[in-house]
């Protein structure tokens, strides 16, 4: 295909793109009206009936917990593919590493930037367990909460190596901790089960509204959420890193 051809077939692409965005947009409600029904009985019933403040985490964890649970294999699934494909070495990962492109210079970090990177760590860390551990009562749960955690070990190959971030994440925990976190969901789905319920249907004590051990099952779901959330991510920079870099030669 020639170079004209290809700029005719991208103003025509284009064109039709912008046609389907703008039918889309001419039909939208005004901004800040909603007209859901769904959205109303939510807001109606998650307190009183779930002893959850937060509708988001009540809908994703209780209402329509089952449909969740295959949105979380499915980050499970990409991770899985993105390990696979990068391929893991087989030796061990010992010292530091540079990058692999010999054309490209990359200098080390600033005293700024390390600085900056070690104190955020702690910060980091509690923020999301606090995301985690309150997803009934604020916005938040173990999707939000688990990307954050996954920071932490980011920050800290930015403050210093490779080697060190892979000492704070070792592949084997964090593969232990993925799996862990994607099984706990589906155990406490065959827990109810086990105990005379439906799949995810709550048996435990709600709780008082607005405490942590509100909501029944849905804190424990976070957890595990937020554990297969954090370590997946961490897996997928695992591969990514180990792709980009290599062991100096001594």
Known sequence: MTKAARKILFLISALL????????????????????????RVNQIVVPQRHITDAVTAVNFDI???????????LFTSVMGV???????KEPIRGDH???????????????????????????VLFGVYMVTHGQLTP?????????????PLLLYLAGTFGQFHQVAPLRMVAFAEAAGAATYIFIGGACLALGGSFLQNLLPL?????????????????????EVC????????AFLEELVEEKEE
């Open 83 to 89: 390990v696979l494909l990068m391929r893991w070495r």
């Open 207 to 227: 709780g008082q509204i607005g405490s942590l051990t509100s909501g029944g099952i849905v804190p424990l779901i976070d957890l595990g959420v937020g554990l």
């Open 64 to 74: 329509r917990g089952f449909d969740t649970l295959g949105e979380e294999f499915i």
């Open 98 to 124: 540079e990058d692999k492109a010999e054309d490209r210079r990359v200098p080390p970090p600033s005293d700024a930037v390390r600085v900056a990177s070690v104190l955020l760590v702690p910060a980091t």
């Open 17 to 40: 793109l912008a046609c389907v965005f703008w039918l889309g947009y001419s039909q939208m409600p005004p901004a800040g009206f909603v007209p859901s029904t769904y959205g109303d």
């Open 140 to 152: 938040g749960g173990g999707f939000q909460g688990g990307v954050i955690l996954a920071t932490a």
């Open 231 to 238: 370590g997946g991510i961490v897996l997928a920079l695992l």
